[in-house]
């Protein structure tokens, strides 16, 4: 295949980026701390949501808990995560990397794909020069570090995008050149291939495959017939770096979700609940604000030992409104509860299969009650009403009576 | 235990039976049938707790004994055997010998002391019913019931017996199926909730000719003609009002051929939403039109004559559920009624030469705004 034609894919990863922003935002405080973790309080609630990179020399990871991270690395600064500049700032680089090309994917709040397929007009064909470029602009213009990872597919940039990290020794740009991607996937271990993961690798090693190498080895018919049709042509495919799938700018939200750490763990059944309804109602007015329906809906538990659960299910058609998706989170988490009932310190509520609410169909009941998973006109009507006042007076102006914590008697 | 039996007796016996046996069980003896031999014959009994069936089969019985063997292969086995005698003998405990011309197998059985015991339902007190009405009533109605597990109560079908009639009616919410039968041998009055899959164990075991005798414990109801008995566990609850929401002023009549309006919608179905099934029916006086429009997929258009001289009405119907309802429609021509594209339509039997009385209505579909 001439160069010409593969594709030029780059993923512009921020570097510990939410680390980043909050030394930015506070230059005298978090910005003089070599040690600094972000994410949970400086008593040891709460999970790290990123660390600095001197700081992960100690173990520290993201999604650990802050006191486990402080026990690693005592001497580390705690911050909260400065949510709102995190976001703006996410934005800010979205809009210089939409300079480069007009087909930017947003991965996550610090992962853009790029697709430069057609820009070498622009800006030559040399794809290492380009992501230099769009390093430096985005330094220069947020104060942001970016790792650049390229290569002839979204699955070899990723790959890059880990291998360019200015902590290993790089200078923040790695491109995999086309021809080179064979070379280049045998450098990475078969569980460093995103969306292979451990159970994968287990039931690779237990059919002899340890590493890339090995499964280079067999042709896309072996595959097959050791891991069946679907599963054996998408290995085959994957571990020689080779991903059709497109970068697909202004991708539409896939789900919702709203979720809480507690700052106490909650075993009382009673509290989740209200906790819960919470949640729901938040996701279900995110919903109903992008003119959506949710087709699925999953409630997230995880337990103070760090195991979680999570139940799903599905509603007959699209929903929105506050009481089919309320009625249907308690039903799981009361699922999930019965199946485990220890201390939680995480709840979440998603919502996810989202289609346009409009122009639907909607199978007409005949019982005026209203059934599982099929919203009424008076929910619809109801939860119009609830967006209204919240829209109005925020989403503290309406609540739930359970919400409502007893006034103190005088 | 030893016995002899012909292929066909047994084959017959297990028949019945064996659709009781649940195919995936947590409590393993479930899976076995109950095998019991004594002077009155064999009698081969199986449950998966919610419905059990029993049925006695001739045999000649040199040493009365029970046993339990597994279901699937017993079957498996005299459905494979040639047409001849069976010799069924006890080798020890649980282990069983049989023997058929010149073919021999050995099972493992489970002792008949883990085989769960069928509900006690007292025969002294019951209804009698013919085999045909029953089954008439089942066929047309069971198919209406729920298969979701949010409303417990619609996964039956309301069984209303009365001096005069008995009455099965069955909806999912969306569609309903009501049929009335009128009956000549009065017993009390009851309503029961009956699963669905008890019924179907029912319509299959006794052949039309029998005479049905129906009796009921507090939570179970037993099938019962001469030594063949089908149990069942009913489902309690309150049934929702059904008769309130039959409508009664539905006054755009229409008159239409099922066959010809079954093909124009199995037509116009291919291009349908796999999810709504929606197809919209245009009634203008003697003309139907059918039109879909499937975003992402296609469209479909077509057209049949009807007696119908109402004013012009346009609905949405999930065509699945006008299908199904067309489907078991027993005479040539069919009324469907209406009276508003959110109303609920009924449909009809026209000129049927039969005592019963046969209702279906189903709920339209709405364009969401």
């Given at each position: 295949?001439?160069?010409?034609?593969?594709?030029?894919?780059?993923?512009?990863?921020?570097?510990?980026?939410?680390?980043?922003?909050?030394?930015?935002?506070?230059?005298?405080?978090?910005?003089?701390?070599?040690?600094?973790?972000?994410?949970?309080?400086?008593?040891?609630?709460?999970?790290?949501?990123?660390?600095?990179?001197?700081?992960?020399?100690?173990?520290?990871?993201?999604?650990?808990?802050?006191?486990?991270?402080?026990?690693?690395?005592?001497?580390?600064?705690?911050?909260?995560?400065?949510?709102?500049?995190?976001?703006?700032?996410?934005?800010?680089?979205?809009?210089?990397?939409?300079?480069?090309?007009?087909?930017?994917?947003?991965?996550?709040?610090?992962?853009?794909?790029?697709?430069?397929?057609?820009?070498?007009?622009?800006?030559?064909?040399?794809?290492?020069?380009?992501?230099?470029?769009?390093?430096?602009?985005?330094?220069?213009?947020?104060?942001?570090?970016?790792?650049?990872?390229?290569?002839?597919?979204?699955?070899?940039?990723?790959?890059?995008?880990?291998?360019?990290?200015?902590?290993?020794?790089?200078?923040?740009?790695?491109?995999?050149?086309?021809?080179?991607?064979?070379?280049?996937?045998?450098?990475?271990?078969?569980?460093?291939?995103?969306?292979?993961?451990?159970?994968?690798?287990?039931?690779?090693?237990?059919?002899?495959?340890?590493?890339?190498?090995?499964?280079?080895?067999?042709?896309?018919?072996?595959?097959?017939?050791?891991?069946?049709?679907?599963?054996?042509?998408?290995?085959?495919?994957?571990?020689?770096?080779?991903?059709?799938?497109?970068?697909?700018?202004?991708?539409?939200?896939?789900?919702?979700?709203?979720?809480?750490?507690?700052?106490?763990?909650?075993?009382?059944?009673?509290?989740?609940?209200?906790?819960?309804?919470?949640?729901?109602?938040?996701?279900?007015?995110?919903?109903?604000?992008?003119?959506?329906?949710?087709?699925?809906?999953?409630?997230?538990?995880?337990?103070?030992?760090?195991?979680?659960?999570?139940?799903?299910?599905?509603?007959?058609?699209?929903?929105?409104?506050?009481?089919?998706?309320?009625?249907?989170?308690?039903?799981?988490?009361?699922?999930?509860?019965?199946?485990?009932?220890?201390?939680?310190?995480?709840?979440?509520?998603?919502?996810?299969?989202?289609?346009?609410?409009?122009?639907?169909?909607?199978?007409?009941?005949?019982?005026?009650?209203?059934?599982?998973?099929?919203?009424?006109?008076?929910?619809?009507?109801?939860?119009?009403?609830?967006?209204?006042?919240?829209?109005?007076?925020?989403?503290?102006?309406?609540?739930?009576?359970?919400?409502?914590?007893?006034?103190?008697?005088? | 235990?030893?016995?002899?039996?012909?292929?066909?007796?047994?084959?017959?016996?297990?028949?019945?039976?064996?659709?009781?046996?649940p195919t995936k069980t947590t409590l393993p003896v479930l899976s076995n049938i109950l095998v019991e031999a004594s002077d009155d014959g064999?009698?081969?009994?199986?449950?998966?707790?919610?419905?059990?069936?029993?049925?006695?089969?001739?045999?000649?019985?040199?040493?009365?004994?029970?046993?339990?063997?597994?279901?699937?292969?017993?079957?498996?086995?005299?459905?494979?055997?040639?047409?001849?005698?069976?010799?069924?003998?006890?080798?020890?405990?649980?282990?069983?010998?049989?023997?058929?011309?010149?073919?021999?197998?050995?099972?493992?059985?489970?002792?008949?002391?883990?085989?769960?015991?069928?509900?006690?339902?007292?025969?002294?007190?019951?209804?009698?019913?013919?085999?045909?009405?029953?089954?008439?009533?089942?066929?047309?109605?069971?198919?209406?019931?729920?298969?979701?597990?949010?409303?417990?109560?619609?996964?039956?079908?309301?069984?209303?017996?009365?001096?005069?009639?008995?009455?099965?009616?069955?909806?999912?919410?969306?569609?309903?199926?009501?049929?009335?039968?009128?009956?000549?041998?009065?017993?009390?009055?009851?309503?029961?909730?009956?699963?669905?899959?008890?019924?179907?164990?029912?319509?299959?075991?006794?052949?039309?000719?029998?005479?049905?005798?129906?009796?009921?414990?507090?939570?179970?109801?037993?099938?019962?003609?001469?030594?063949?008995?089908?149990?069942?566990?009913?489902?309690?609850?309150?049934?929702?009002?059904?008769?309130?929401?039959?409508?009664?002023?539905?006054?755009?009549?229409?008159?239409?051929?099922?066959?010809?309006?079954?093909?124009?919608?199995?037509?116009?179905?291919?291009?349908?939403?796999?999810?709504?099934?929606?197809?919209?029916?245009?009634?203008?006086?003697?003309?139907?039109?059918?039109?879909?429009?499937?975003?992402?997929?296609?469209?479909?258009?077509?057209?049949?004559?009807?007696?119908?001289?109402?004013?012009?009405?346009?609905?949405?119907?999930?065509?699945?559920?006008?299908?199904?309802?067309?489907?078991?429609?027993?005479?040539?021509?069919?009324?469907?009624?209406?009276?508003?594209?959110?109303?609920?339509?009924?449909?009809?039997?026209?000129?049927?030469?039969?005592?019963?009385?046969?209702?279906?209505?189903?709920?339209?579909?709405?364009?969401?705004?």
């Amino acid at each position: 295949m001439d160069a010409f034609d593969s594709k030029r894919i780059l993923l512009a990863d921020a570097d510990a980026f939410f680390v980043s922003v909050a030394r930015l935002v506070d230059p005298e405080g978090a910005g003089r701390k070599k040690l600094l973790i972000v994410g949970g309080s400086p008593d040891g609630r709460g999970v790290v949501t990123s660390a600095s990179y001197e700081a992960r020399a100690y173990g520290v990871r993201s999604a650990m808990p802050t006191g486990k991270a402080l026990k690693l690395c005592p001497g580390a600064t705690v911050v909260g995560v400065p949510r709102k500049e995190c976001v703006e700032r996410s934005k800010a680089v979205r809009v210089i990397l939409q300079d480069f090309s007009p087909s930017v994917e947003q991965a996550s709040i610090d992962e853009f794909y790029i697709d430069m397929s057609g820009t070498e007009g622009l800006f030559g064909p040399d794809l290492k020069f380009t992501a230099d470029e769009i390093r430096k602009r985005v330094l220069e213009e947020t104060g942001l570090p970016f790792s650049i990872g390229g290569g002839t597919s979204k699955l070899l940039a990723k790959l890059a995008a880990q291998r360019a990290k200015p902590h290993l020794d790089n200078d923040g740009v790695y491109i995999v050149a086309p021809g080179d991607e064979i070379e280049f996937m045998r450098l990475h271990r078969l569980g460093e291939i995103p969306l292979i993961g451990p159970k994968f690798v287990e039931r690779l090693e237990k059919i002899g495959l340890q590493n890339v190498e090995q499964a280079l080895r067999l042709d896309a018919d072996a595959m097959v017939a050791l891991m069946g049709e679907r599963t054996g042509r998408w290995f085959y495919r994957r571990i020689r770096g080779l991903d059709a799938s497109r970068v697909r700018a202004g991708r539409p939200n896939k789900s919702l979700s709203h979720e809480g750490t507690f700052a106490r763990d909650i075993s009382n059944d009673a509290e989740l609940e209200k906790r819960l309804l919470a949640f729901s109602t938040r996701v279900a007015a995110d919903v109903r604000k992008k003119r959506m329906k949710a087709k699925t809906i999953s409630v997230k538990i995880r337990y103070h030992d760090f195991k979680t659960r999570q139940a799903n299910s599905t509603f007959t058609y699209p929903v929105s409104a506050d009481r089919p998706i309320c009625e249907e989170a308690l039903t799981l988490l009361r699922r999930l509860r019965k199946a485990r009932n220890a201390p939680v310190r995480l709840l979440g509520v998603s919502l996810s299969h989202l289609n346009p609410a409009t122009g639907e169909w909607q199978q007409l009941g005949l019982f005026g009650d209203p059934e599982k998973g099929m919203e009424t006109d008076h929910d619809i009507v109801l939860s119009k009403a609830v967006d209204n006042i919240t829209t109005k007076f925020g989403h503290k102006g309406i609540v739930r009576a359970t919400e409502v914590k007893p006034r103190e008697k005088d | 235990m030893k016995f002899t039996v012909t292929r066909e007796q047994l084959h017959e016996g297990l028949t019945a039976v064996a659709a009781s046996v649940p195919t995936k069980t947590t409590l393993p003896v479930l899976s076995n049938i109950l095998v019991e031999a004594s002077d009155d014959g064999l009698r081969l009994s199986g449950t998966d707790l919610d419905i059990a069936v029993s049925t006695v089969v001739a045999a000649e019985v040199d040493e009365p004994g029970s046993v339990t063997l597994p279901a699937k292969k017993l079957v498996e086995i005299v459905r494979e055997l040639p047409s001849a005698a069976i010799r069924i003998t006890t080798a020890g405990e649980q282990r069983v010998n049989l023997e058929c011309g010149r073919s021999k197998f050995r099972l493992l059985g489970v002792s008949k002391d883990e085989f769960p015991s069928f509900p006690p339902v007292d025969f002294e007190d019951h209804w009698k019913v013919t085999s045909a009405d029953l089954q008439k009533l089942i066929g047309h109605v069971s198919f209406a019931t729920s298969t979701e597990e949010s409303r417990p109560i619609l996964n039956g079908v309301l069984w209303e017996l009365r001096a005069d009639r008995m009455r099965m009616v069955a909806t999912n919410g969306h569609r309903l199926a009501k049929m009335d039968v009128p009956l000549t041998s009065a017993g009390s009055t009851a309503d029961l909730i009956v699963p669905p899959k008890a019924l179907d164990q029912v319509k299959k075991v006794f052949g039309p000719a029998d005479e049905i005798e129906i009796a009921r414990s507090e939570n179970h109801l037993g099938f019962r003609c001469g030594a063949t008995r089908v149990f069942t566990r009913l489902i309690e609850g309150p049934y929702p009002n059904y008769d309130q929401v039959i409508p009664k002023g539905n006054d755009r009549i229409a008159t239409i051929d099922r066959q010809t309006i079954m093909s124009a919608v199995r037509r116009v179905g291919v291009v349908a939403s796999d999810q709504t099934h929606r197809v919209r029916l245009s009634f203008s006086p003697g003309t139907l039109q059918f039109s879909v429009n499937t975003p992402d997929l296609g469209e479909a258009q077509d057209e049949i004559s009807i007696s119908y001289d109402g004013d012009a009405i346009e609905i949405g119907f999930n065509a699945n559920y006008l299908l199904e309802i067309l489907k078991l429609m027993p005479t040539d021509e069919v009324q469907l009624a209406m009276q508003a594209p959110e109303r609920a339509a009924t449909i009809e039997p026209v000129g049927w030469d039969d005592p019963a009385a046969y209702l279906c209505l189903v709920m339209p579909l709405r364009l969401v705004d």
